[in-house]
């Protein structure tokens, strides 16, 4: 089911470097292991946009039937022009200005809201209309920490302990909830994460608060195994145990609600790679520091998150393994996608593979040191298609200068 050596050099030949490269298949493989882990009769799954919005990725995650979980108006517009249903879109935009809520609420999708000042507003502006509420879960965990959502030192949903004050919102603006939402964090290290965070939902998503209930989300976070030693998540077994206590859930709550969540990672993590060329190895004394054609504004996870991406040399696999350091051409010193990694010897001009780039990799990216973002290819079938062209340095600057109102001193 691997893209195979031959066609990521082909590809790299073909539309040069840098290159992401999606593998759709792997996608529509994910997307079938998370439903038959929750097997739920109304399970939902609004894919987390903003893990990867390339378009060839989202018309494939629609076709499968999923929604859409939208962070911001260019999320939203993203999902309507790839013919995601507004009944299928969530929007859980943290700090949203009055403009913005307007902007989403009149597109008619349902608003996630997480906050009391938020909720206020909205009501005041929305009486009697249909939303939907983000709790903190006070559920601390996540694969870094500034990946960890839960808990009253972040600043997302409205405490558990406020209850009675949205109660008192949704009451006097006659607001239907017709959802609940938490979200723990990203990449959960915690088995039992998952279902803490559940157990703190039911206590306060009952019927006497909220008698209109649709769904309960109990958003993303479903880590994969990035290292080598990482052991992957059992998902069939936490499956069970999550399907069990929202049946019971449902049960004392009087009618079967939807399951949904909204995984990132999980359905594009390791669907994704990044093919970069080397162009400069250096012999620093006990050091070989190996030169690439992208860098961080191109893939931040490592700089960003201490996150471990394994690199193959796919140009030279059966050269004689050495220890490198994997660098960008951004001049940064942190600018590092690896330290010590044993590899097949790299040379000049071979292609390396930065692995499991499927998610936070092209969507958190950026033109620093004015360098284009790499082109993005998809490969269905064992065919690649180009999706997404590199602009050229001098396509960025054209861009830019469209873009600037003081164009007449330059
Ligand atoms: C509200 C919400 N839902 C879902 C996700 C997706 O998380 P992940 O990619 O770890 O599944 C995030 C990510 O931060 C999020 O903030």
């Not at 620093?284 to 996870?301: A, E, K, V, W, Y």
């Not at 050495?322 to 051409?329: K, L, M, P, T």
């Not at 269905?380 to 602009?391: C, G, H, P, V, Y």
Request: overall charge neutral; charged content about 25%; glycine content about 8%.
């Amino acid at each position: 089911m691997k893209i195979n050596a031959p066609l990521l050099n082909t590809i790299a030949k073909k539309f040069g470097t840098p290159t992401y490269v999606y593998d759709l298949d792997r996608i529509k493989h994910q997307y079938r292991l998370f439903c038959e882990a929750f097997p739920w009769p109304t399970l939902k799954i609004f894919y987390a946009m903003k893990a990867n919005y390339n378009i060839s990725v989202l018309t494939t995650i629609k076709n499968l039937g999923a929604g859409i979980d939208a962070v911001s108006p260019g999320d939203l517009y993203m999902a309507l022009s790839c013919g995601f249903d507004p009944s299928k879109i969530i929007y859980t935009a943290n700090n949203m200005k009055d403009t913005e809520m307007e902007e989403v609420a009149a597109t008619g999708v349902l608003l996630n809201i997480d906050s009391l000042s938020r909720l206020e507003k909205y009501a005041n502006a929305y009486p009697n209309t249909k939303v939907c509420l983000r709790f903190n879960p006070g559920v601390v965990d996540g694969e870094h920490d500034k990946i960890k959502t839960g808990g009253d030192l972040t600043k997302f949903g409205i405490l558990l302990e406020d209850v009675n004050k949205v109660k008192a919102i949704t009451g006097k603006y006659g607001l239907k909830v017709v959802g609940i939402h938490e979200h723990t964090g990203s990449g959960l290290i915690k088995p039992d994460s998952i279902l803490n965070a559940m157990e703190q939902i039911f206590s306060i998503a009952t019927r006497e608060n909220f008698p209109d209930l649709a769904f309960l989300d109990f958003g993303g976070g479903f880590k994969v195994a990035y290292g080598p030693d990482e052991v992957p998540v059992d998902y069939k077994l936490m499956g069970a145990q999550v399907v069990e206590r929202f049946s019971n859930f449902c049960s004392s709550y009087g009618k079967e609600l939807e399951l949904r969540f909204e995984p990132g990672k999980y359905l594009t993590a390791q669907a994704g790679q990044l093919l970069v060329e080397v162009n400069t190895v250096k012999h620093n004394r006990n050091r070989t520091i190996c030169g690439t054609d992208s860098g961080f504004p191109q893939l931040i996870r490592p700089m960003f998150y201490d996150a471990h991406h394994t690199i193959k040399n796919i140009s030279n696999p059966e050269g004689k393994p050495s220890v490198y350091d994997i660098c960008g051409n951004i001049c940064e010193t942190g600018d590092l996608f690896a330290k010590d990694r044993f590899l097949p010897e790299i040379r000049e001009n071979d292609i390396l593979s930065i692995q499991d780039a499927g998610a936070y990799c092209y969507a958190m990216g950026g033109t620093y040191n004015l360098r284009p973002m790499p082109a993005e290819v998809v490969v269905e079938n064992s065919k690649a298609f180009l999706s997404r062209k590199r602009l050229t340095p001098r396509q960025l600057i054209d861009l830019i200068c469209r873009e600037s109102t003081d164009i007449n001193r330059l």
